[in-house]
């Protein structure tokens, strides 16, 4: 019985990765609203229950997709904040997933799929962004919550602007964004001489 059930399991992950797979090849070609349940099954070589008994329909697979892209990494803050990046608490950069990973890049240069990278985004970080935020400044909820999405909309612009115009330096462009984002943020901070937060 466990025997069977480990089979389905790698089974189960094996068609979903393929399923995953085909929806981002096919987005190298065309326009995420075009790509269709069967198109995805034609590509992958699966019936259409086969795609019905893991996804509901393409907007499902994409959000999988981005869900599984930003679950390894963590908040603005780790990132910004962290005084020295090789720190185990230091995040992954997500910008960098999709600078090295040509897999994800076709999600960020298809217009249609913008909002919903920021949506997923604010489903993962924003509460835990914007707590901290508020617990290291006077800002309000609101104006937190601001920055958040002013912040996001930045970075996810930028992104598409270095991938489409095939920006050789990455790193030193990062690096620039994230000093600008850093002293932002440190102008709202309130220091504790007892314990430095930069």
């Known amino acids: 019985m ?3 059930q480990r089979k389905e399991d790698r089974r189960t992950r094996y068609t979903r990765q ?3 797979e085909t929806l981002l090849k096919l987005l190298e070609k065309k326009a995420f609203p075009r790509i269709t349940v069967t198109e995805i099954c034609k590509l992958a070589e699966i019936n259409r229950g086969t795609f019905y008994l893991h996804y509901y329909d393409t907007e499902d697979v994409l959000d999988d997709i981005l869900t599984e892209m930003l679950k390894t990494t963590k908040s603005v803050p780790d990132h910004l904040m962290c005084p020295k990046r090789t720190h185990a608490n230091c995040s992954y950069p997500f910008c960098d997933k999709i600078h090295e990973n040509e897999h994800y890049r076709f999600l960020f240069l298809d217009d249609t799929i913008s909002s919903k990278i920021i949506e ?4 993962m ?3 835990d962004y914007i707590t901290w935020l508020m617990s290291h400044s006077l800002l ?3 104006e937190a919550e601001a920055v958040f999405y002013f912040q996001m909309n930045g970075c ?3 992104n598409k602007l270095t991938l ?3 920006c050789s330096d990455w790193k030193k462009i990062q690096k620039t ?3 600008f984002i850093k002293a932002g943020l440190e102008s709202f901070l309130i220091h504790d001489q007892r314990d430095e937060i930069l």
């Open 18 to 20: 393929l399923i995953r």
């Open 140 to 142: 309000t909820y609101e």
């Open 164 to 166: 489409r115009n095939h």
């Open 2 to 4: 466990i025997e069977k």
């Open 125 to 127: 970080t924003k509460e």
């Open 120 to 123: 997923k985004m604010a489903e």
């Open 177 to 179: 964004i994230d000093t």
């Open 156 to 158: 996810l612009n930028i």
